[in-house]
């Protein structure tokens, strides 16, 4: 029997589509298309014992809306919230094209809703680094307001200056203290460079590619220095770098039923840990 499948559980990184842009993109066979609907996700949910889980936006509005505005991609995921009560809570999106004032003020309506919990930043699809100016001010209003920012960090290895590299990141911790962060991906193969931080260290996509290049038992060691209390339970789905995404829960569950977790640990890093990051 599979312990971490059979846990309660918080998927703290996934990505779903809404059904018009399904609809609209039905000749297209890409993941987000042919695995991105909400309503054959809850079989998933069933099926490994997930309770809730957490949508991402891309900081790209052409993924996940028909008009192409962070306005309707909020709407969107709203909707979604809103269809399946209880089971998805969101992240805000950021197009960087936009004035930051516009996307702060459409902060300010977004956050008066509930089922919003935090802000995307995905320095790597808007090819603009996080520590640009125009995060420099996503972090100042989320420090704040104390939201919570989930930063996309799967940097190319040799870059230690990528646009989504820890170093970049770290600076950013240094001049925010007080900013609660969630590192999706645990920084891809420049983990070493987070270790230590103050951060939540979420497994999202990255799990897989440690242990095929790194082994099972180094890849535990690298989970456990991140410490049990920061670690969370993600996968990305449907998006895997070497995994289809049909195969992306059962090779999750095999990875880590191999490592050496407590149960007491399983229960920390499937759910404890993302309620106290979210602050619930
Ligand atoms: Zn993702």
Redesign the pocket.
């Known amino acids: 029997m599979s312990k971490w499948k059979e846990t309660s559980k918080i998927d703290a ?1 996934i ?1 779903l589509t809404p059904d018009d842009v399904i609809e609209a993109n039905s000749d297209f066979d890409g993941k987000f298309i042919v695995n991105g609907s909400a309503k054959d996700y809850l079989n998933l949910m069933e099926k490994y014992k997930i309770e809730k889980a957490f949508i ?1 936006p891309f900081n790209d509005p052409y993924m996940l809306s028909m008009e192409f505005t962070i306005e309707a991609v909020h709407n969107n995921l709203l909707k979604i919230a809103k269809e399946y009560e209880g089971k998805f809570l969101c992240f805000a999106d950021i197009d960087i094209r936009r004035d930051i004032f516009e996307t702060l003020n459409e902060f300010d309506r977004v956050f008066k809703n509930e089922n919003f919990i935090g802000i995307k930043i995905h320095p790597t699809n808007t090819g603009y680094p996080i520590d640009g100016l125009y995060y420099d001010k996503i972090f100042e209003y989320a420090e704040k307001n104390n939201l919570l920012l989930e930063i ?1 960090s799967y940097p190319r290895e040799s870059l230690l200056d990528d646009v989504c590299s820890p170093l970049r990141i770290k600076k950013m911790l240094r001049k925010y203290p007080n900013a609660r962060v969630s590192i ?1 991906h645990l920084g891809g193969f420049q983990f070493n460079e987070l270790i230590g931080s103050d951060i939540y260290a979420n497994i ?2 990255v799990l897989p590619d440690l242990v095929k290049r790194l082994g099972l038992k180094q890849t535990n060691n690298i989970l456990r220095s991140f410490g049990v209390e920061r670690l969370i339970f993600a996968t ?1 789905y449907p ?1 895997n770098r070497i995994l289809k995404a049909e195969e992306i829960y059962d090779s999750y569950f095999e990875i880590l039923d191999s490592m050496d977790f407590s149960q007491e640990e399983i229960m920390k890093i499937c759910k404890t840990n993302a309620l106290k990051m979210i602050g619930k």
């Open positions: 990184h990505h991402m996309h999706a999202s996509a990305d998006d």
